[in-house]
């Protein structure tokens, strides 16, 4: 029997193939430098390309990496919440696959919910590394949100985070999950903070992310989650 890992990182991944390696790699550095023991949790998505392939060196050159096939691509949402579901840590973290999100700030988000004066702890990219116009509509999609959820936090949809797993248990599937978990955990009574990290521009691969899947899509769902939240916590 394996131990029970004091920390689970949850990375979901799309055709990022050629991103994978170098970022589990800066991670492993990372959570080793902590010494405690963790697992990370590589979530195939689907994906068409060389992931799955490059899923299995991960796993071949660090063994405490374990892989999460989906039968197909089911979103974002979805490998995220399954991810965190299967994780076995007390606190568990999050980010990226395509390369953006820095290992070396989950040191910052880890410290305030494992002295427990946090409960998730998430990512602000202050500088952010993407073209004027997706820059601009995330800061008008943020100041909507805050004013309809509730979370009124900078950057809710920055993947770089650190939680409780007590958190886990709040969450429920819904569309764009992995934007709406703060205000999710919010409605459900946990503490949040936030904090400046880095952002790198994307190096290979392509963006997920269409104007559609920027702005329409998440203000509906967003109408949505209001209505689904007011109703769980009545």
């Known amino acids: 029997m394996t131990p029970t890992p004091h920390y689970s990182l949850v990375v979901p991944f799309f055709n990022e193939a050629g991103n994978i390696l170098p970022l589990i790699g800066t991670a492993v550095e990372v959570l080793d430098a902590l010494g405690r023991d963790y697992e990370i949790i590589l979530v195939n998505d689907g994906s068409t390309d060389a992931t799955a392939a490059e899923i299995a060196a991960c796993i071949t050159r660090w063994p405490r990496c374990r892989a999460l096939h989906q039968p197909r691509n089911l979103g974002q949402a979805t490998a995220l919440l399954d991810g965190l579901r299967s994780a076995r840590g007390a606190i568990l973290l999050a980010m990226d696959g395509d390369g953006q999100n ?118 509906l769902a967003m109408l949505r989650l209001r209505r689904e939240l007011r109703l769980r916590h009545r």
């Not at 959820?149 to 900078?154: E, N, Q, T, V």
């Not at 809710?156 to 764009?176: H, I, K, M, T, Y």
């Not at 978990?181 to 691969?205: K, S």
């Open 102 to 219: 820095d290992p070396r700030d989950l040191p910052l988000l880890i410290a305030p919910v494992e002295a427990g004066t946090l409960d998730v702890a998430c990512g602000w990219r202050h500088d952010r590394h993407d073209s004027w116009l997706r820059r601009r509509m995330s800061r008008l999609a943020n100041f909507v949100r805050g004013r309809v959820l509730g979370d009124h936090l900078h950057d809710s949809g920055c993947q770089l985070r650190a939680l409780r797993r007590e958190v886990v248990g709040a969450l429920f599937p819904f569309e764009l999950l992995q934007s709406f978990l703060p205000a999710i955990a919010i409605a459900a009574g946990f503490r949040l903070g936030e904090f400046r990290v880095r952002h790198h521009p994307r190096t290979l691969g392509e963006a997920k992310y269409s104007f559609r899947t920027l702005w329409w899509r998440p203000a």
